[in-house]
């Protein structure tokens, strides 16, 4: 059937569009990894439906400095590490990439992790052996970017997080949650000092330093330097856009794990994500563990993946020195590999790699802040002064609740 004339420019401009997107979808895979199955699947189980409002405040937060973090790589033809090595003398440059080395390899440690436990769940497999096989597929899907190209990348990443979906979210379609508890879980409070931390930890592995770092570099890759004028402000837009369905996508999935956990394993005692796979298997069926299981696996394999990217731009942006992808995969690899070949319980390596991850995200949240309100590096495309101040406020709130995180980590 033909296309009225009248129709035909709009299907060329969803279609141009869609072309655009991308991005923001490689960075979101940060947003629903191994780190948040452990911290929401804790939440839920012992908490219920009280800390759904983390999730929404959480996605809402990581939405805008996602957004500020792509705008600023549009804007300057800079990745954020980049900007900070412009900004900053040869002894701190390297205290900062020292710091960001750390980040990276507790990242890792997370993610290796999880796509060990999700290999011992669907196969019985040795954690160690479940490590080395999750460090080989993530370096095949770097081989991808390495060899295809971004584009290909991107849409490997965006086919795992679509397995990442439907693992966690299709338990809400067998047993839907309380709808009614649910709107109550957006009111914000607190029971006890451990939903504060819990919440602080739900936050810390939402809002993860190399996200911030990557996506100024993903969307500088993806769409170039553009000049000034209308066509910045097109990329602009498309990147809120894309943005903006990512983060659905990725709050969407940790709200499923949250709620599954509120629904089905509430008051069970469960202190690890091999109980609450065990225990969904008893109460929804094999299928959703299955589903379960293999949803982490996905999040594992995609996550590490763009964990050792992110690595390899950080390197260079603060250092100005290149390596292979392949060899920077290898680098961060070595100590997750480490630290499962000592029979460290895997749980507890993950709430640590949390905590580490919190000390970080100062450090990419306070320049990119600072230089998207900085007008004479950003020019005409310099933060809204109320852009700023909210911008600030998420900022301050990310660092107070995961310094919360890390006191009280400690001082229990």
Do not use: C
């Amino acid at each position: 059937m033909a296309v009225s004339t009248a129709v035909r420019p709009a299907i060329n401009r969803v279609r141009t569009g869609s072309v655009l997107l991308g991005p923001a979808f490689v960075a979101a895979v940060a947003y629903v990894d191994p780190g948040n199955v452990a911290s929401n699947v804790s939440a839920g189980a012992q908490f219920g439906y009280l800390l759904v409002w983390v999730i929404v405040v959480a996605n809402v937060m990581a939405g805008l400095v996602q957004y500020l973090s792509a705008k600023l790589g549009l804007v300057t033809g800079m990745t954020l590490p980049e900007a900070v090595r412009t900004r900053t003398g040869r002894g701190t440059r390297l205290a900062y990439w020292g710091q960001a080395e750390l980040v990276a390899m507790a990242t890792d440690l997370a993610e290796v992790v999880g796509g060990a436990i999700a290999l011992y769940l669907l196969f019985d497999l040795p954690m160690l052996i479940g490590g080395l096989i999750t460090g080989a597929v993530s370096m095949a899907l770097l081989l991808v970017q390495d060899r295809r190209g971004q584009r290909q990348f991107e849409r490997a990443i965006t086919g795992l997080l679509g397995v990442i979906a439907v693992g966690f979210l299709a338990s809400v379609f067998v047993d839907p949650p309380s709808v009614p508890h649910t709107i109550g879980g957006l009111i914000p409070r607190f029971h006890g000092a451990e939903s504060v931390l819990l919440a602080a930890a739900m936050l810390g592995a939402t809002v993860m330093p190399h996200a911030v770092y990557l996506h100024s570099g993903l969307a500088r890759d993806r769409h170039g330097h553009p000049e000034a004028g209308a066509p910045r402000r097109r990329l602009l837009r498309a990147t809120r856009l894309d943005v903006m369905l990512a983060m659905l996508l990725a709050g969407a999935v940790n709200l499923a794990m949250l709620l599954l956990a509120a629904n089905t394993l509430r008051g069970q005692g469960i202190t690890s994500i091999e109980g609450a796979h065990a225990a969904v298997g008893a109460s929804l069926g094999s299928v959703v563990a299955l589903l379960f299981a293999l949803g982490l696996l996905a999040s594992g394999f995609a996550s590490t993946s763009v964990g050792a990217y992110a690595g390899a731009m950080i390197m260079q942006g603060l250092l100005g020195q290149r390596i292979p992808l392949l060899l920077r995969r290898l680098i961060t690899l070595v100590p997750a590999i480490a630290i499962l070949g000592l029979g460290v319980d895997p749980t507890r390596a993950l709430v640590v790699s949390q905590v580490v991850l919190s000390f970080g995200i100062p450090f990419a949240l306070v320049p990119l802040v600072r230089l998207t309100s900085d007008r004479i590096f950003m020019g005409a495309d310099v933060n809204h002064r109320v852009t700023s101040a909210l911008a600030w406020l998420v900022a301050g709130l990310i660092i107070l609740l995961n310094g919360a995180l890390i006191y009280l980590t400690v001082a229990g």
